[in-house]
C-alpha cells in the first residue's frame, strides 16, 4: 500500500509537473508575445512619432517661402483691392498646392486681410487673431507653429506662421499662416482595438485621438489655473474639457475609470515642446489578441499533451498498480510457501535437521526435538555431533560430514544419537546440501531415520531365525523319532486304524487291518470298501465313514465283524481329517475289538440286576417278616400287656404301672420294627402299587425333610412288579439326593401316563450341580437310578445346571402287562 | 349278641382278639379265618353281625376279601383291622367298602367300640384316618383342582386351619413347631393368593376339604 501510494504520489507530481510547465511555456509564450506587441507597439510610436514630426514640419519651408512672396508684401503694403486680389490668389495657388485647409494673410494687428476661404461662410478676413501664439511668435520674427482648435471654423489644424517682411526691413508688416488639417494626420492614427494613440499638449488636453470620444478631453486631472490658462489661451476653444479619468499606477501603467489596464508610453514631438505622443496599450484586449492565437493553439496542444500524459500516466500507474499486485500475490505465495516448507519442515513427523557449514545446527524438526528429547532452543547453535553417541561423533567428524561437504549428499549413514535421557537411538541418516545463488553451500538439509525398533526387531528376528533353525532341526529329529514311534504304534496296536481320502479310498490300513482282513497295505491303498471286503463289512464301514465325512464330526459306533464265524464286536472311533485350511481330506478309524469286553458287561449287567433283584426280595422278605411276623407278635404281646394292666389296675397299681411301661416299650419296638420295614420295602407298594407308595413316600419325605413335596399323578393303571419298584427305588433314590445335596426348600414330583409310557419327573428347585463333575458317590447315585432304568427298559434322564435346580426324569413303556 | 368275625393269619393275634371282643360281654366271636378265602367262606357260613378283617393275609388279601363281601354280602359291615398305619391303606380299604379302620396296635383300646360303631351302621376312623380320607376325597373330587398343586403337609394345615385349630394344635398334631405352621400357613395364602383364615376356611369348604 504504501509503495503505491508513493506511485500515486509520483503520477500526481509527474501530473503537477507537467501542468506547471505547460503553464509556464503557456506564460513564457504569452510573455514573449506581449513584449513582442510592446516592442511593436513601441516601433509604431516611433512611426506615428516621425510622421507627426514630417507633418508638422512639412509646411515650415512653404510658408516661408509663401510669406516671401511680392503680392502678399504688396498687398500689406498697400492694401487695395488690387494687391489683396493678387494676394488672394497667392493664397488660393498655395492652398491648392500645399492642399491645405486654408492659407491667409494678417496684418500687424493681426487682422485678416486676405485668405484662401475668403468666399466661405466660415470666412477668416476680418478676423484677428493676434491672440494666437503663432502671430506673436511670427510677429518677433520667428516662424511660429502651433497647434489648435480654430476658434472661427471649429476645426483642428497645424498653424504655421512666418512673417511678411517689405523689403530690407527688419521689422514684420504682417503674417503669412498656413493651416493645415488634422484630418489626415488622425487618420495615420487609424484606431486599433488594443491600443490608443493620442497627441497631447503639454497640459494633456487631447488634441488628435484614435478614440474620438476622448479628443479635447484631458489625460490628467488639471487644476484649476492651469484650467484657466488652457480657456485664456483658447486653444482648444472654450471647453470644458472633461477628464478622461485615466490615473498612472507606476510608471508604465495607467487604470481608466471602468479599471481598464492600459500600458503608457510617450513620446515627445519635435520641435512642439511639450507635446506627446500617448500610447496606451489595453492589456487585456492586448493579452487577449496575444493569447488568443497561443489559446487556440497551445491550449489544445497542452490539454492534449495532459491528456495524453494523464492517460499514459494512469496506464502506467495501472501498469505499476498491478505489478505491484502481481509481485504482492507472488510474495504472499512465496512467504505461504515458505511458510508451508517451514511448516512442513516442523511438523514432518520425520527427524529432520540442518546443519551450516561449520556443522552447528541451524533448524531441527519438531519429531527430531521430540525424538531427542530436547527443545529446539536448547539445540540451535550447538554442533551436530554434541548429540552423537562418541563412536558416531568420530566417525561423523573424521569421514562424513567432510565427504558431505565435498559430495553435496550423503545416505543411510548408521548414526547413533543420544537422547537427553541418555538413551540411545540409532538412525539412518541421509542428507543434501543447500545452495545459495552462488552454488555456495549454505546448510544441510538431513533426514534421519529411527531404526533402533528396526534394528532391535532385526537382531531380535535374526536371534529367532537361528532359534527357528535349530528348533527346526530339533523339530525335524522330533519328528523322525515320532514317526518311528507312531509307526510302531500303529504296526503293534491291537486296534485295527485306516485312513481314508475323502472320496472313500483307502490310504493307509495297519499290519493289524493287514491280518484281520488278509490283505497288504499296498494292495488296499486307493481301494473303496467294496473292492476288498465282504458286502456286509464293507456296507458297515463305508455308512459310517461317510457319515464322518458328511458330519465333519467325530463318531463313536460298534461294528459288528464276523471271524472265522463268530461275531466280533469292534468299538469304531472314527474321525474327520482335516488339512491347514480346516477342509476335511479324510476319515481316519480306529478300531478296537471288544466282544471280550462287551460279553463281561453284558454279564456285569444281568448279575447287576440279578443283584438288585434279589436284593429287593430280600428286603421284601425282611419287610414282611419284619412286619408282620414280628409286628403281629409284637401287637399280640401288647394286646397280652394290655389285658393285664386292665386286669390289675384296681388290685395292684404297680403291676399295672408295670404293664402300662410295657406296652408303652411295646409301642416304640413296633414303631421301629415298622419304621424298619418300611424302609426295606413299603409295603403300600406291594399292597397297593405304585401310586400309593410315592404318595405315601412324598408325605413323608416332606415331614421328615420338611422340605415342601407336591406329588402330582394322572390317573392310570396300577403298577406293580419290577416295574414299581424300579420307579419306586428311582423316585426315592432322586428325592434322597434333593434332601442331602440339594438344598432345595421345594421339590415336586410328577407321575404321568400318556402315549403308553409311564413318566416320572422329579424336580428341585436347588442349587443344581455340573452332571460332569459329581462326585463318586452321587455318580455312582445316578448310575444306580440308570441302571434300575434300563433293566426295566426304562430311560433315565437328569438335567440340572448350577443354581437351576435339577430335574430326573425317567421313562418306561408300560407295553409289559 | 354282636357276632363277630376276625380274620388274621396269626394265631396269636386272633386269640388276643377274641379275649378282647369276648370280654366285652355283649359281642361273641362266631368265626375266625387265617385267610382271606376262609374269612369269606366264614362270611358265607356264619353270617356274623360284624367282619373283622386284617389287609395283610394269604390267599387274598384284605382288600380283596372286602371287595368280595362287599359284593357277596353287602349287609355285613366290616371293620379293618391292621398293622398299617399309612393313610393310603384307610383310603383304599373305605373306599373298597370297610366301614371302619383301626390298626391293631390300638385294638385293645379301640376295638370294641369300633366294633359297636360300624354295627351300628356308622363309620369308624381315628382323628388321623379321617382327616387322610378327607384330603383324599377333596383331592380326587376333580380332575384339575387347585389342591393339586398343594403337598400333603400343606393340605394338612390348610384342612386344620380351616376347621378353626391354632397354630399350636396344628404343631402338637403333626410334631412340628409353631414357627414351621405360620411359615405354611403364610405360604398357603400366597400360593393361594387368599388373605387370612377366613378365606382359607372358606376355600377348603369350596374345595371340599372340610365338611360344613
Same mark, same amino acid.
Given at each position: 500500500m504504501k509503495l503505491r501510494s508513493i506511485l500515486r504520489i509520483l503520477s500526481l507530481l509527474a501530473f503537477l509537473s507537467a501542468g506547471v510547465a505547460g503553464y509556464l511555456y503557456y506564460s513564457l509564450l504569452k510573455d514573449y508575445a506581449f513584449q513582442e506587441a510592446e516592442r511593436s507597439a513601441l516601433n509604431r510610436l516611433q512611426a506615428t512619432k516621425k510622421n507627426l514630426s514630417a507633418f508638422f514640419s512639412e509646411n515650415t519651408k512653404p510658408v516661408r517661402v509663401m510669406a516671401g512672396m511680392t503680392p502678399l508684401v504688396d498687398a500689406l503694403v498697400h492694401m487695395d483691392p488690387q494687391t489683396l486680389n493678387a494676394a488672394n490668389a497667392l493664397l488660393d495657388l498655395f492652398k491648392k498646392t500645399l492642399d491645405v485647409e486654408v492659407c491667409y494673410l494678417m496684418d500687424i494687428r493681426g *487682422?485678416?486681410?486676405?485668405?484662401? *476661404?475668403? *468666399?466661405?461662410?466660415?470666412?477668416?478676413? $476680418?478676423? *484677428?487673431?493676434?491672440?494666437?501664439p503663432y502671430f506673436q511668435d511670427a510677429m518677433q520674427g520667428l516662424p511660429g507653429t502651433y497647434l489648435a482648435l480654430g476658434t472661427t471654423s471649429r476645426k483642428r489644424g497645424a498653424y504655421y506662421s512666418y512673417p511678411v517682411y517689405r523689403e530690407?526691413?527688419?521689422? #514684420?508688416i504682417g503674417i503669412a499662416v498656413i493651416k493645415a488639417s488634422i484630418f489626415f494626420v488622425e487618420k495615420e492614427l487609424t484606431p486599433e482595438e488594443t491600443s490608443i494613440q493620442l497627441v497631447v499638449d503639454p497640459l494633456g488636453v487631447?488634441?488628435?485621438?484614435?478614440? #474620438?470620444?476622448?479628443?479635447? /478631453? @484631458? @489625460?490628467w486631472q488639471l487644476n484649476p489655473k492651469d484650467i484657466r490658462e488652457l480657456r485664456r489661451s483658447r486653444q482648444f476653444g472654450n471647453g470644458p474639457w472633461h477628464w478622461t479619468g485615466l490615473r498612472q499606477k507606476g510608471e508604465k501603467l495607467v487604470v481608466d475609470p471602468s479599471g481598464k489596464s492600459y500600458l503608457f508610453h510617450q513620446v515627445d514631438i519635435d520641435k512642439y515642446p511639450g507635446w506627446r505622443i500617448v500610447h496606451l496599450y489595453d492589456i487585456e484586449a492586448a493579452s487577449k489578441l496575444v493569447s488568443e492565437p497561443l489559446s487556440s493553439i497551445i491550449r489544445p496542444v497542452i490539454i492534449i499533451l495532459c491528456t495524453l500524459l494523464g492517460a499514459s500516466i494512469f496506464f502506467l500507474y495501472r501498469r505499476a498498480s498491478m505489478e505491484i499486485t502481481r509481485r504482492r500475490t507472488v510474495e504472499r505465495a512465496l512467504r505461504k510457501s515458505e511458510e508451508r516448507y517451514r511448516s512442513l519442515y516442523h511438523q514432518t513427523p520425520a527427524m529432520l535437521h540442518s546443519i551450516d557449514e561449520t556443522g552447528n545446527l541451524v533448524s531441527v524438526s519438531n519429531y527430531w526435538s521430540e525424538a531427542l528429547g530436547y527443545t529446539r532452543e536448547e539445540v540451535? $547453535?550447538? %554442533? @551436530?555431533?554434541?548429540?552423537?553417541s562418541p563412536v558416531s561423533r568420530k566417525y561423523a567428524e573424521e569421514k562424513i560430514i567432510p565427504t558431505f561437504f565435498k559430495e553435496g549428499f550423503i545416505k543411510d549413514v548408521p548414526y547413533q544419537f543420544i537422547k537427553k535421557n541418555g538413551a540411545v537411538i540409532e538412525v539412518l541418516l541421509s542428507a543434501i546440501t543447500d545452495h545459495d545463488e552462488q552454488r555456495r553451500t549454505i546448510r544441510s538439509l538431513a533426514v534421519s531415520i529411527d531404526v533402533t525398533e528396526r534394528n532391535i526387531a532385526e537382531r531380535a528376528l535374526k536371534e529367532a531365525k537361528e532359534a527357528l533353525s535349530s528348533y527346526s532341526k530339533d523339530l525335524e529329529s522330533q519328528v523322525r523319532k515320532r514317526t518311528r514311534e507312531i509307526s510302531g504304534i500303529l504296526q503293534y496296536t491291537p486296534a485295527v486304524i485306516y485312513i481314508k481320502d475323502a472320496d472313500g479310498k483307502y490310504a493307509m490300513v495297519n499290519s493289524r487291518f493287514e491280518q484281520l482282513f488278509g490283505v497288504q497295505s499296498p494292495d488296499v491303498r $486307493? %481301494?473303496?470298501? /467294496?473292492?476288498? @471286503?465282504a458286502p456286509d463289512i464293507a456296507e458297515q464301514f463305508f455308512k459310517n465313514d461317510e457319515r464322518v465325512l458328511r458330519e465333519k464330526q467325530s463318531l463313536q459306533v460298534e461294528e459288528s465283524i464276523v471271524i472265522d464265524d463268530a461275531v466280533h464286536t469292534y468299538l469304531s472311533t472314527k474321525f474327520p481329517l482335516y488339512d491347514g485350511k480346516g477342509k476335511v481330506t479324510g476319515v481316519c478309524g480306529i478300531a478296537t475289538d471288544i466282544t471280550v469286553l462287551k460279553k463281561a458287561q453284558e454279564q456285569l449287567r444281568r448279575l447287576s440286576a440279578s443283584i438288585m433283584t434279589g436284593q429287593e426280595k430280600e428286603r421284601a422278605y425282611l419287610a414282611r417278616e419284619l412286619h408282620d411276623e414280628l409286628g403281629q407278635v409284637l401287637t399280640a404281646l401288647r394286646m397280652e400287656a394290655v389285658w393285664i394292666r386292665n386286669r390289675v389296675n384296681q388290685s395292684d397299681p404297680t403291676a399295672s404301672a408295670r404293664a402300662l411301661t410295657m406296652c408303652e416299650l411295646i409301642d416304640k419296638t413296633i414303631e421301629e420294627v415298622r419304621g424298619l420295614a418300611i424302609r426295606l420295602r413299603p409295603g403300600v407298594l406291594d399292597h397297593l402299587g405304585l401310586v400309593e407308595a410315592v404318595e405315601w413316600y412324598t408325605a413323608d419325605f416332606e415331614k421328615r425333610y420338611d422340605i415342601t413335596c407336591i406329588f402330582e399323578h394322572d390317573d392310570g393303571p396300577e403298577i406293580r412288579g419290577n416295574l414299581a419298584t424300579a420307579a419306586y427305588r428311582i423316585t426315592q433314590e432322586a428325592l434322597t439326593n434333593v434332601a442331602r445335596h440339594a438344598s432345595a426348600t421345594r421339590t415336586k414330583v410328577t407321575m404321568s401316563f400318556g402315549d403308553g409310557n409311564l413318566k416320572i419327573t422329579i424336580r428341585d428347585n436347588g442349587k443344581g450341580f455340573e452332571i460332569e463333575s459329581l462326585g463318586e458317590a452321587e455318580g455312582l447315585g445316578m448310575a444306580n437310578m440308570r441302571e434300575r432304568a434300563s433293566l426295566v427298559g426304562g430311560v433315565f434322564d437328569v438335567q440340572s445346571r448350577p443354581r437351576g435346580g435339577t430335574r430326573i426324569r425317567f421313562t418306561v413303556p408300560l407295553t409289559k402287562s | 349278641m354282636i357276632k363277630v368275625l376276625l380274620a388274621d393269619d396269626h394265631s396269636i393275634v386272633r386269640a388276643g382278639l377274641r379275649r378282647i371282643v369276648e370280654e366285652s360281654g355283649d359281642m361273641t366271636v362266631v368265626a375266625e379265618a387265617s385267610d382271606g378265602r376262609e374269612a369269606v367262606l366264614a362270611v358265607r357260613k356264619e353270617r356274623p353281625d360284624v367282619a373283622v378283617i386284617?389287609?395283610?393275609?394269604?390267599?387274598?388279601d384284605g382288600l380283596e376279601v372286602i371287595a368280595q363281601l362287599k359284593s357277596e354280602s353287602p349287609e355285613v359291615p366290616i371293620l379293618v383291622l391292621t398293622m398299617h398305619e399309612e393313610h393310603q391303606y384307610v383310603v383304599r380299604a373305605i373306599e373298597t367298602g370297610a366301614m371302619g379302620y383301626i390298626t391293631k396296635q390300638s385294638a385293645p383300646e379301640q376295638l370294641v367300640k369300633a366294633i359297636r360303631k360300624v354295627h351300628s351302621g356308622s363309620l369308624f376312623l381315628t382323628d388321623a384316618a379321617a382327616e387322610a380320607l378327607a384330603l383324599r376325597v377333596a383331592k380326587g373330587s376333580g380332575t384339575q383342582s387347585p389342591l393339586d398343586t398343594l403337598s400333603t403337609r400343606e393340605l394338612q394345615v390348610l384342612r386344620r386351619l380351616a376347621l378353626g385349630n391354632t397354630n399350636r394344635e396344628i404343631a402338637s398334631a403333626y410334631h412340628i413347631s409353631i414357627k414351621t405352621v405360620d411359615t405354611y400357613r403364610f405360604r398357603l395364602l400366597k400360593k393361594l393368593s387368599l388373605r387370612n383364615n377366613a378365606d382359607l376356611s372358606r376355600f377348603a369348604i369350596q374345595n371340599h376339604l372340610i365338611e360344613t
Amino acid at each position: 500500500m504504501k509503495l503505491r501510494s508513493i506511485l500515486r504520489i509520483l503520477s500526481l507530481l509527474a501530473f503537477l509537473s507537467a501542468g506547471v510547465a505547460g503553464y509556464l511555456y503557456y506564460s513564457l509564450l504569452k510573455d514573449y508575445a506581449f513584449q513582442e506587441a510592446e516592442r511593436s507597439a513601441l516601433n509604431r510610436l516611433q512611426a506615428t512619432k516621425k510622421n507627426l514630426s514630417a507633418f508638422f514640419s512639412e509646411n515650415t519651408k512653404p510658408v516661408r517661402v509663401m510669406a516671401g512672396m511680392t503680392p502678399l508684401v504688396d498687398a500689406l503694403v498697400h492694401m487695395d483691392p488690387q494687391t489683396l486680389n493678387a494676394a488672394n490668389a497667392l493664397l488660393d495657388l498655395f492652398k491648392k498646392t500645399l492642399d491645405v485647409e486654408v492659407c491667409y494673410l494678417m496684418d500687424i494687428r493681426g *487682422n485678416t486681410i486676405a485668405s484662401s *476661404n475668403r *468666399n466661405d461662410a466660415d470666412s477668416f478676413v $476680418g478676423m *484677428n487673431f493676434s491672440f494666437r501664439p503663432y502671430f506673436q511668435d511670427a510677429m518677433q520674427g520667428l516662424p511660429g507653429t502651433y497647434l489648435a482648435l480654430g476658434t472661427t471654423s471649429r476645426k483642428r489644424g497645424a498653424y504655421y506662421s512666418y512673417p511678411v517682411y517689405r523689403e530690407s526691413a527688419d521689422t #514684420p508688416i504682417g503674417i503669412a499662416v498656413i493651416k493645415a488639417s488634422i484630418f489626415f494626420v488622425e487618420k495615420e492614427l487609424t484606431p486599433e482595438e488594443t491600443s490608443i494613440q493620442l497627441v497631447v499638449d503639454p497640459l494633456g488636453v487631447i488634441f488628435i485621438s484614435s478614440r #474620438p470620444e476622448w479628443l479635447y /478631453q @484631458l @489625460l490628467w486631472q488639471l487644476n484649476p489655473k492651469d484650467i484657466r490658462e488652457l480657456r485664456r489661451s483658447r486653444q482648444f476653444g472654450n471647453g470644458p474639457w472633461h477628464w478622461t479619468g485615466l490615473r498612472q499606477k507606476g510608471e508604465k501603467l495607467v487604470v481608466d475609470p471602468s479599471g481598464k489596464s492600459y500600458l503608457f508610453h510617450q513620446v515627445d514631438i519635435d520641435k512642439y515642446p511639450g507635446w506627446r505622443i500617448v500610447h496606451l496599450y489595453d492589456i487585456e484586449a492586448a493579452s487577449k489578441l496575444v493569447s488568443e492565437p497561443l489559446s487556440s493553439i497551445i491550449r489544445p496542444v497542452i490539454i492534449i499533451l495532459c491528456t495524453l500524459l494523464g492517460a499514459s500516466i494512469f496506464f502506467l500507474y495501472r501498469r505499476a498498480s498491478m505489478e505491484i499486485t502481481r509481485r504482492r500475490t507472488v510474495e504472499r505465495a512465496l512467504r505461504k510457501s515458505e511458510e508451508r516448507y517451514r511448516s512442513l519442515y516442523h511438523q514432518t513427523p520425520a527427524m529432520l535437521h540442518s546443519i551450516d557449514e561449520t556443522g552447528n545446527l541451524v533448524s531441527v524438526s519438531n519429531y527430531w526435538s521430540e525424538a531427542l528429547g530436547y527443545t529446539r532452543e536448547e539445540v540451535i $547453535g550447538r %554442533k @551436530l555431533t554434541d548429540f552423537l553417541s562418541p563412536v558416531s561423533r568420530k566417525y561423523a567428524e573424521e569421514k562424513i560430514i567432510p565427504t558431505f561437504f565435498k559430495e553435496g549428499f550423503i545416505k543411510d549413514v548408521p548414526y547413533q544419537f543420544i537422547k537427553k535421557n541418555g538413551a540411545v537411538i540409532e538412525v539412518l541418516l541421509s542428507a543434501i546440501t543447500d545452495h545459495d545463488e552462488q552454488r555456495r553451500t549454505i546448510r544441510s538439509l538431513a533426514v534421519s531415520i529411527d531404526v533402533t525398533e528396526r534394528n532391535i526387531a532385526e537382531r531380535a528376528l535374526k536371534e529367532a531365525k537361528e532359534a527357528l533353525s535349530s528348533y527346526s532341526k530339533d523339530l525335524e529329529s522330533q519328528v523322525r523319532k515320532r514317526t518311528r514311534e507312531i509307526s510302531g504304534i500303529l504296526q503293534y496296536t491291537p486296534a485295527v486304524i485306516y485312513i481314508k481320502d475323502a472320496d472313500g479310498k483307502y490310504a493307509m490300513v495297519n499290519s493289524r487291518f493287514e491280518q484281520l482282513f488278509g490283505v497288504q497295505s499296498p494292495d488296499v491303498r $486307493g %481301494k473303496t470298501d /467294496q473292492a476288498f @471286503l465282504a458286502p456286509d463289512i464293507a456296507e458297515q464301514f463305508f455308512k459310517n465313514d461317510e457319515r464322518v465325512l458328511r458330519e465333519k464330526q467325530s463318531l463313536q459306533v460298534e461294528e459288528s465283524i464276523v471271524i472265522d464265524d463268530a461275531v466280533h464286536t469292534y468299538l469304531s472311533t472314527k474321525f474327520p481329517l482335516y488339512d491347514g485350511k480346516g477342509k476335511v481330506t479324510g476319515v481316519c478309524g480306529i478300531a478296537t475289538d471288544i466282544t471280550v469286553l462287551k460279553k463281561a458287561q453284558e454279564q456285569l449287567r444281568r448279575l447287576s440286576a440279578s443283584i438288585m433283584t434279589g436284593q429287593e426280595k430280600e428286603r421284601a422278605y425282611l419287610a414282611r417278616e419284619l412286619h408282620d411276623e414280628l409286628g403281629q407278635v409284637l401287637t399280640a404281646l401288647r394286646m397280652e400287656a394290655v389285658w393285664i394292666r386292665n386286669r390289675v389296675n384296681q388290685s395292684d397299681p404297680t403291676a399295672s404301672a408295670r404293664a402300662l411301661t410295657m406296652c408303652e416299650l411295646i409301642d416304640k419296638t413296633i414303631e421301629e420294627v415298622r419304621g424298619l420295614a418300611i424302609r426295606l420295602r413299603p409295603g403300600v407298594l406291594d399292597h397297593l402299587g405304585l401310586v400309593e407308595a410315592v404318595e405315601w413316600y412324598t408325605a413323608d419325605f416332606e415331614k421328615r425333610y420338611d422340605i415342601t413335596c407336591i406329588f402330582e399323578h394322572d390317573d392310570g393303571p396300577e403298577i406293580r412288579g419290577n416295574l414299581a419298584t424300579a420307579a419306586y427305588r428311582i423316585t426315592q433314590e432322586a428325592l434322597t439326593n434333593v434332601a442331602r445335596h440339594a438344598s432345595a426348600t421345594r421339590t415336586k414330583v410328577t407321575m404321568s401316563f400318556g402315549d403308553g409310557n409311564l413318566k416320572i419327573t422329579i424336580r428341585d428347585n436347588g442349587k443344581g450341580f455340573e452332571i460332569e463333575s459329581l462326585g463318586e458317590a452321587e455318580g455312582l447315585g445316578m448310575a444306580n437310578m440308570r441302571e434300575r432304568a434300563s433293566l426295566v427298559g426304562g430311560v433315565f434322564d437328569v438335567q440340572s445346571r448350577p443354581r437351576g435346580g435339577t430335574r430326573i426324569r425317567f421313562t418306561v413303556p408300560l407295553t409289559k402287562s | 349278641m354282636i357276632k363277630v368275625l376276625l380274620a388274621d393269619d396269626h394265631s396269636i393275634v386272633r386269640a388276643g382278639l377274641r379275649r378282647i371282643v369276648e370280654e366285652s360281654g355283649d359281642m361273641t366271636v362266631v368265626a375266625e379265618a387265617s385267610d382271606g378265602r376262609e374269612a369269606v367262606l366264614a362270611v358265607r357260613k356264619e353270617r356274623p353281625d360284624v367282619a373283622v378283617i386284617d389287609i395283610s393275609m394269604p390267599v387274598l388279601d384284605g382288600l380283596e376279601v372286602i371287595a368280595q363281601l362287599k359284593s357277596e354280602s353287602p349287609e355285613v359291615p366290616i371293620l379293618v383291622l391292621t398293622m398299617h398305619e399309612e393313610h393310603q391303606y384307610v383310603v383304599r380299604a373305605i373306599e373298597t367298602g370297610a366301614m371302619g379302620y383301626i390298626t391293631k396296635q390300638s385294638a385293645p383300646e379301640q376295638l370294641v367300640k369300633a366294633i359297636r360303631k360300624v354295627h351300628s351302621g356308622s363309620l369308624f376312623l381315628t382323628d388321623a384316618a379321617a382327616e387322610a380320607l378327607a384330603l383324599r376325597v377333596a383331592k380326587g373330587s376333580g380332575t384339575q383342582s387347585p389342591l393339586d398343586t398343594l403337598s400333603t403337609r400343606e393340605l394338612q394345615v390348610l384342612r386344620r386351619l380351616a376347621l378353626g385349630n391354632t397354630n399350636r394344635e396344628i404343631a402338637s398334631a403333626y410334631h412340628i413347631s409353631i414357627k414351621t405352621v405360620d411359615t405354611y400357613r403364610f405360604r398357603l395364602l400366597k400360593k393361594l393368593s387368599l388373605r387370612n383364615n377366613a378365606d382359607l376356611s372358606r376355600f377348603a369348604i369350596q374345595n371340599h376339604l372340610i365338611e360344613t
